[in-house]
């Protein structure tokens, strides 16, 4: 079984203050894939990065993948109360469709 | 990416009961997956509906408790039959269109 360790499961923070989310694995990923879902709602796709070393950012998030394909991070820069959510990385394999998934951040930015 | 429309929302059923969810996908597509989530963790892949084939359900999953049908390229049912308390959770159904696109869930309460 391939594992993807998501850290932290939980994070609290100001408004206004960084945070990172890892994704680990020992595995080769082909893609990795983070999310953001909300309450009552499915996950939505933030970004997909592909390449080893690739840096994708997205306002004030920035993604960013191993050199080796096996890790992943999610960078917020001055968080905002709109920012709380569950936030999933999920790694996909050349072999098949199917994604393996972090166990999730809990996200809360207070105001 | 594709609009996906997933019914009921949420339902709370009967003990030894079976509720049926739908999703309706705006476009054609080749695979949809169906997954299980706890409220706030991760999602645990179900099985893989392809149309003209048979459902392949992942370790822990069998047809006879999660009967799939999908009887076209824009449609799927998973139905969750004689319902226990453990059954309780978000339901969603996925398709795979470029990225991941997921229904908004269906939220089972089984009492």
């Known amino acids: 079984t391939q594992l993807l360790e998501q850290s932290p499961q939980f994070l609290s923070i100001q408004e206004g203050e960084n945070l990172t989310v890892y994704c680990n694995s020992s595995?080769?990923?082909?893609?990795l894939q983070w999310y953001r879902q909300e309450p009552g709602e499915g996950p939505v796709l933030l970004v997909t990065?592909?390449?080893g070393g690739e840096v994708k950012k997205l306002k004030r998030l920035t993604f960013q993948f191993g050199d080796a394909r096996k890790d992943s991070s999610l960078h917020i820069t001055a968080a905002q109360p709109g920012d709380t959510g569950l936030y999933l990385c999920?790694?996909?394999?050349?072999?098949?469709?199917?994604?393996?998934w972090g166990a999730g951040t809990k996200l809360i930015i207070k105001p | 990416s594709a609009v996906i429309s997933q019914k009921p929302s949420r339902d709370i059923c009967q003990r030894g009961t079976s509720l049926t969810i739908q999703c309706q996908v705006d476009?054609?597509?080749?695979?949809m997956f169906w997954y299980r989530q706890q409220p706030g963790q991760s999602l645990t892949l179900i099985a893989t509906?392809?149309?003209?084939?048979?459902?392949?359900?992942e370790s822990g999953f069998v047809i006879d408790k999660f009967p799939i049908s999908r009887p076209n390229l824009t449609f799927s049912t998973l139905t969750v039959s004689n319902m226990s308390p453990e059954d309780s959770s978000i339901y969603l159904c996925?398709?795979?269109?470029?990225?991941?696109?997921f229904g908004s869930g269906t939220r089972l309460t089984v009492v």
């Open positions: 595995s080769v990923f082909s893609s």
């Open positions: 990065v592909v390449t």
């Open positions: 999920a790694g996909e394999r050349d072999s098949n469709y199917q994604l393996i």
């Open positions: 509906a392809n149309q003209g084939s048979e459902a392949t359900y």
């Open positions: 996925s398709v795979l269109t470029g990225g991941y696109t």
């Open positions: 476009s054609q597509v080749t695979m």
